[in-house]
DNA sequence: CATGAGGAGTTGC
DNA sequence: GCAACTCCTCATG
């Protein structure tokens, strides 16, 4: 088949949707936007994970003359110490004009090095990064933020309609060589053993972003493989709307390995533990402001974070936007990729079934492209994240989550944070008072007996459990009786 | 008939 | 020992 040479305006290959759960990127007052141009984009994964992200030693960028090193950040900000520390610890050389090592993620926009942008289209700025992986000819679809660890965008935050600031053609069959090169030069670079035998079954919110498409959609272009190396593609089951979906398993990875790093490093210059339970009041404190900074956020006053880290882990997003209105689903979010990064850390190093957070931030007001493409992968996202025996620290629960010891309860409010992938299956009636209704009892009893690895399980079991909840306060009768309708007990429900 | 409730023995950690 | 699983009977709408 000959392909032709379509031009394709970048402006419409920004995904309009994807689970709202993100981090928020930083305001688009900031500076221009990115026009990536290549949708298959390991960096902007990267992008999405890293938060101030050290380079790898293994993926360094060539010097880049053109390169002029970022301004400090943040600029204007007394508080600064954590990012002092941070870029005076070893593993953050301080950014020099000669290396991207290092270097802060900037605000402003520069035009595009042959190393971070796209070479066939000189006009496409995109955001300089350079912190992040600079692979040629790979840039993102997505609109980006400093530090790359957004996930996703949600329409409550600033990105809820990017618009660049540049309409640009690029071409599809470049766009296809391009990912073609970058496709080989990662799967020669990146693919270790280690990684080869991983197959994370987590991270729902990457995996969701990840599997958004949905520009490849729009723009009736020819399915663009996402895939690295062998990855292999699989179809949707989306009839006349199937998509190509990716397995981004191995770009998960690769991608969760860098983010571990990142928070790694980030802990041991902030001196804090990886495990944010662990943390001290200080440690919240230290981390809410390294993290309001970083993402070049107004500062929320320190008091409305007065608490340990097992307070602060049991906070829901709303309780986030609460105490900082205008930063706290980035800071919610930001969490939750700390959280995942620390499961993924155990999957890394342990055979044993994991812990890994999949009490994913809800999406209550995603969008619908996203909303359908999500839709259709949801039963594959409910086996995937399921099957690897994972689960999540939700809020009140303090699970140690993952393993097959996960108590029932945990289990449903893990469900039940995760509307936008459980939703059809178990959902708040009322939030505040714990009260839940199992829509769809086959399912959840079916993903608790994967859970448990009790294939036996079924819905007359599991709520034979629920209902043993009764005695120990855990759960109680609704007062008014409902099928399939349950109530936490406080502080049960929190 | 599907589901809820609860007793009681068993299983796995 | 505990939490959950399993099987069971009975009640309810």
Redo the contacts with the bound molecule.
Sequence with gaps: MQRKRTPVRIFDCMPQTVPRSGCSPPSASQGERAVPGSPADLQHLLRLLGAASPPEPMLHSPPNPHNKPPPPYPEDNTNNVFLERLYDFEGYPTPSPSSDEGSIPAVTLQPSSPYNSLQYSPQVYIKEEPNRLAVPGFASPYPLSPSGSCVSYGSHNQYSSPVPQHEEYIDIEELLKENQILQESVQQSYITPKIEVEEPRDHILLRSALEDTSFQKRLNLRPIPLELGSVKMEESSGGDDSLVAPDIDRVLSMAIEQTKRDVDNTCTVLGISPDPMQWTTGDVKAWVMFTLQHYNLPMVPMENFTMDGAALVALTEEEFNHRAPQAGSTLYAQLEIWRTSQGSDHQQLSASPIPTPAGLPSADDMSDGLAKNQELATDKIDEDSESAGTSATVGGGKAKTGS????????LKELLASPHVHGSAIRWLDRSNGVFK?ED??RVARL??K??????????????????????G?MK??ER??????QFCHPYCL
Excluded: E
Excluded at 404 to 411: A, E, K, S, V
Excluded at 451 to 472: E, F, H, V
Excluded at 481 to 486: A, E, F, G, I
């Design positions: 097959t010891h996960i108590h029932l309860w945990q289990f199992i009892s086959v608790w007996g859970r448990k690895n009790r294939p036996a399980m079924n819905y007359d079991k599991l709520s034979r459990s629920i209902r043993q909840y009764y005695k120990k855990i009768k609704t009786s409902q099928r399939l309708v349950y």
